[in-house]
Each structure stands twice: as structure tokens, then as C-alpha cells.
């Protein structure tokens, strides 16, 4: 039987792009059941004593564009550490992953897409219609997607992923919670891998 993990992630974050890839590699040798749990980042910020990157130390800010050049080069990934229409508004993307979950969809192949549009072709994925494009070109209904998106029941979702990843103490983007263990950055993705292969026990604070 698969083992669960919560993949808990804002699709805003280069970080849950970077690590989306290796993370779904990991997933597929381990037989992990993801559970997508797009979050509000900024109101995970609020809560747990994080900073948005605008109010962040100047030296900090600095410090992060040197991280993603060293992991584009890590990942093999091609992409401007500044696209176009970043930051953005990501409460409609998270919102059309979790409409894909509630439908019963692996949300997996179009979130690589997604990542790519806003990465890599530095498209505005804040644009419903660019959300539609690349749904289409994943084979998906973006119509009835999108219809569910903008639904209470998408909203209520979106609300309770922020209060479960409160709750499992997550504080960024991306983070995977197994079995109460929290590795938080897709810098932990060779922990998680480790923790996965050796099967120990979860560590506890």
C-alpha cells in the first residue's frame, strides 16, 4: 500500500518549482500517496514569524538569487531568477490544484507545466486564461476547473490546507510532512529520500 506524505506548497514559490520534479521522482521510486495541500504563503508567513521577500534584509534578498542560480545549475533547470510576472497573485493557481484534487486528478504533470509557464516562459499564470491554455494542453476541462476553482468548496480547502499546515508546523514552501516529520525546502529532498530508504522512525522535537 502507498505511503502518505502532505506535500504542502504554494505555487508562487521558485522552490516548490525547483523541487518539483525530483520530488515527484522520489515519490514515484518510494510509492508515496501525495497529498496536495497548496497553501496561502503569505498568511503561513503571518503565523509562524516569516518575512515576504520585500521586507526581507537587503543582504537576504541578495543571498537568494545566488541560491536559485546555484540550483538552476543544480537541477539542470533553465530559468530567469526574475520572470516577468512574478511575483504574483497565486490564490487562483493554488486554488485550480486543489479544484483537481477535489475531481479525483493528479495534479502532478500540470503542475510541471504551470512551474514552466511562469519560470521559464515567464507567462502571467495569475491570468485565468493562461491557467486555461495550459490546462487544455494537459488534456483538462480548464472550464469546469476554473468554475471550481472560484467555488466555496475550493476556498474552504485552501483555508483548512493553511490551518493543517499551522497546525503540522510548516513555515514555508515547499515542505513534506511524513509521518509527522517535517522537511521543510527542496533542499531536504535527499533527507526525505534517506528517511525513505532506511524506513526509521520519524524524528520528533
Do not use: C
Not at 11 to 24: E, K, N, Q, R
Not at 25 to 38: N, W
Not at 180 to 196: I, K, N, S, T, Y
Amino acid at each position: 500500500m502507498p505511503r502518505p506524505i502532505d506535500y504542502y506548497f504554494s505555487t508562487v514559490s521558485p522552490w516548490a518549482y525547483i523541487g518539483h520534479a525530483p520530488f515527484l521522482e522520489i515519490a514515484r521510486r518510494h510509492d508515496l500517496a501525495i497529498a496536495y495541500k497548496p497553501v496561502f504563503l503569505g498568511q503561513v508567513f503571518a503565523q509562524t514569524g516569516g518575512l515576504p521577500l520585500a521586507q526581507r534584509h537587503p543582504a537576504r534578498q541578495r543571498y537568494r538569487l545566488v541560491e536559485l542560480q546555484r540550483w538552476r545549475e543544480r537541477r539542470g533547470l533553465a530559468f530567469n531568477v526574475q520572470p516577468k510576472h512574478w511575483p504574483f497573485d497565486a490564490t487562483l493557481l493554488d486554488r485550480f490544484v486543489i479544484a483537481m484534487v477535489n475531481a479525483g486528478g493528479d495534479p502532478g504533470a500540470f503542475l510541471r507545466r504551470a512551474y514552466a509557464g511562469i519560470w521559464e516562459e515567464e507567462r502571467n499564470l495569475a491570468d485565468p486564461l493562461v491557467v486555461a491554455e495550459l490546462a487544455e494542453a494537459e488534456g483538462l476541462d480548464s472550464t469546469a476547473l476554473l468554475e471550481s476553482a472560484q467555488a466555496t468548496a475550493s476556498e474552504v480547502v485552501y483555508v483548512l490546507n493553511m490551518e493543517n499546515a499551522i497546525a503540522a508546523d510548516v513555515f514555508g514552501s515547499p515542505a513534506y510532512v511524513l509521518g509527522g516529520e517535517v522537511f521543510w525546502g527542496q533542499d531536504r529532498l535527499d533527507l526525505l529520500d534517506h528517511a525513505l530508504a532506511t524506513g526509521r522512525t520519524p524524528y520528533r522535537p
